[in-house]
Nanobody, 114 residues
Framework: QLQASGGGLVQPGGSLRLSCAASRFAMDYYRIGWFRQAPGKDREGVSCINSLDGSADYADSVKGRFTISRDNAKNTVYLQMNDLKREDSAVYYC?????????WGQGTQVTVSS
């Protein structure tokens, strides 16, 4: 029901835009966000955007570099990632949350390497 895409290989300092598209439900009623997990590390919450006011939250590690946005007409949430660092390399998962229910996408790999 959630399809994440946009990952890839990028050099340090580069940019990527991840997309999270939903089918079968309208994303604008859900909080949508991204987690990431690198090998041997705990899962980390990266960013989320709320349904009511569109406010966004970011992990300290990505503040000022990542921007989350939503396009309700396309039923898609984006994560614009700029000035990528090697430590941003991970599998990124998008999720939708409402009323205690979680829905997850399949993950997209981001690799930051020269």
């Amino acid at each position: 029901q959630l399809q994440a895409s946009g990952g890839g290989l990028v050099q340090p300092g580069g940019s990527l835009r991840l997309s999270c598209a939903a089918s079968r439900f309208a994303m604008d009623y859900y909080r949508i966000g991204w987690f990431r997990q690198a090998p041997g590390k705990d899962r980390e919450g990266v960013s989320c955007i709320n349904s009511l006011d569109g406010s966004a939250d970011y992990a300290d590690s990505v503040k000022g570099r990542f921007t989350i946005s939503r396009d309700n007409a396309k039923n898609t949430v984006y994560l614009q990632m700029n000035d990528l660092k090697r430590e941003d390399s991970a599998v990124y998962y998008c999720y939708a949350f409402k009323g205690g229910a979680w829905y997850w996408g399949q993950g997209t790999q981001v690799t930051v390497s020269s």
